[in-house]
């Protein structure tokens, strides 16, 4: 295995702020899939997965603040005090969306089908899938097939009349993308991303140990498995002979031979790797057509103390800490975040981001010194490119933007800053390799999933050179950091003979 940077973790990389400071650099999330933790006994090589009293919390600019308790009857509770109505719609509701996403679940673990001929294991998908979707009700089966084109904000004011709560579901659909919430098809990445779970909101379960525990227990796994693992390992060119992939140059001038190449790279930049020349022009043009654009920048925080956001002055600590143990979504509701795209849209520096916040070392204290915390700010909408300037002019002014933005809900956050880190979208694909900064390499949309994922004729892995591969989040399912991808590539790998 090579890895371009000096250490190993990628998106799951962890950052030294400050000393005795480690705060999540990208991904603050962990949503390995099960599956895959199981068959690589992750547990057995040290991975120990944390899962925090609330799924997410909403703080509004008026002081008070919504949890979505992991409860779902402590959940309700919470938002009656918002709305009557939305209390006893939120649990018919995750009922809904449970039973939708077990159809999205057969779909999102099996290979994409062949467009060219249907396999048997193909035609066993597709029945499992069948079987599934009969399952359901007719009102679940219509909003399967409603919700996957429908704007996201119509998808929540159909079940919900509070603001607050409309805005803190829709959002989870939004990390990412290169939509707002009015535009057409913003459900879709809200089911996709649920489906894992089976739940509307991501769980935020954390390895105990931060990010840096789960890159760990991969890396034993791998080693354990005879996986030899090199760092600072820049890949120049996949090198190619006879239209069959034979290995890889490093940017050293190095070249190391391998029956089979798999590419962890989003499809752009490993196509961008091999000689033009071995690849048709309609093919390369098609690469080139993959929509990337990426919205997402990341600022992380060493501080002093918890910060303390108004609506919980009056709570004790133990309060405080259950509240603000999953993530904390700041955003005044559906029009500010439906501005925050605008901007994005034309290339401008976000004046009032929504962000995503989370405190990971409420859950795994080891992460900072006593008493003190770590806390990492998903920033959203951050256009890639800058129409009138650039990102490295803008870095701080981000920071800035970020941190007052958080002080709008939390006063005296600025005050406890001991430490910050700016990550830009610029640098997503810089020093991480993201194409156009673009989280799930590649933009998930109708046209960019399933057997259109990168593309129609390419979605089972394999590449037009033979003994290419790819394995990372620009191929099916395509949902990131869950492990998903790779598991099915290396399915793909061995059922070739390869291997």
Not at 268 to 295: C, E, S
Not at 432 to 440: D, E, N, P, R, V
């Amino acid at each position: 295995m090579l890895e371009r940077l000096p250490s190993l973790g990628g998106c799951a990389a962890t950052s030294r702020l400050a000393p005795g400071f480690h705060c999540p650099t990208l991904s603050h999330r962990a949503a390995i899939d099960p599956s895959v933790a199981r068959s690589l006994e992750l547990a057995r090589h040290g991975l120990d997965m944390v899962s925090p009293a609330a799924l997410v919390s909403s703080a509004m600019p008026d002081g008070r603040m919504l949890t979505l308790w992991a409860d779902a009857g402590r959940a309700a509770r919470e938002i009656a005090a918002f709305s009557a109505h939305d209390a006893e719609r939120y649990p018919r509701f995750l009922t809904s969306f449970s039973r939708v996403s077990a159809v999205l679940q057969a779909v999102m673990a099996a290979n994409p089908l062949s467009i060219d001929q249907i396999s048997a294991p193909d035609l066993v998908m597709l029945v499992g899938a069948a079987r599934k979707l009969r399952r359901l009700d007719r009102a679940d089966a219509r909003r399967l097939l409603r919700w996957m084109p429908m704007p996201v904000a119509d998808l929540v004011s159909e079940w919900f009349e509070s603001e607050s709560l409309r805005t803190l579901v829709a959002a989870e659909g939004l990390l990412g993308a290169f939509l707002g919430p009015r535009s057409p098809g913003s459900s879709l990445q809200l089911l996709l991303l649920g489906a894992r779970e089976g739940h509307p909101i991501s769980t935020g379960r954390m390895p105990r140990g931060g990010m840096a525990a789960l890159v760990t227990a991969l890396t034993r796994a791998a080693r354990e498995a005879g996986a030899e693992i090199r760092v600072d390992a820049e890949v120049r060119e996949i090198r190619v002979q006879d239209g069959r992939a034979t290995g890889v140059v490093l940017a050293t001038g190095e070249e190391v031979t391998a029956r089979v190449v798999l590419s962890s790279a989003d499809p752009r930049r490993t196509f961008g790797l091999v000689d033009p020349a071995h690849l048709a022009p309609d093919f390369i043009r098609r690469v080139r057509g993959i929509r990337m654009r990426g919205t997402l920048a990341k600022v992380n925080y060493a501080v002093s103390s918890l910060p303390r956001f108004a609506g919980l002055d009056r709570a004790d600590e133990g309060d405080q800490r259950a509240r603000l143990s999953g993530g904390v979504r700041l955003c005044s509701g559906m029009t500010a975040l439906e501005r925050a795209f605008d901007r994005a849209k034309y290339g401008e520096l976000p004046t009032d981001p929504w962000i995503e916040l989370m405190v990971p070392s409420i859950t795994d204290p080891d992460l900072a010194p006593e008493g003190q915390h770590v806390v990492s700010a998903y920033v959203q909408f951050a256009p890639f490119t800058l129409r009138k300037t650039s990102w490295d002019h803008e870095r701080d002014q981000l920071g800035d933007v970020t941190t007052r933005t958080i002080a709008t809900y939390a006063p005296q956050f600025p005050s406890t800053v001991v430490a910050r880190e700016v990550v830009t979208p610029l640098d997503l694909e810089r020093t991480y390799g993201l194409t156009g900064g673009q989280i799930f390499h590649g933009e998930l949309a109708l046209d960019q999933i399933f057997l259109a994922r990168p593309f129609l004729g390419w979605a089972r892995y394999s590449a037009p050179i033979r003994h290419l591969f790819l394995c990372g989040s620009g191929v099916h399912p395509g949902t990131g950091l869950d492990g998903r991808s790779g598991a099915l590539a290396a399915r793909a790998v061995v059922k070739s003979g390869l291997c």
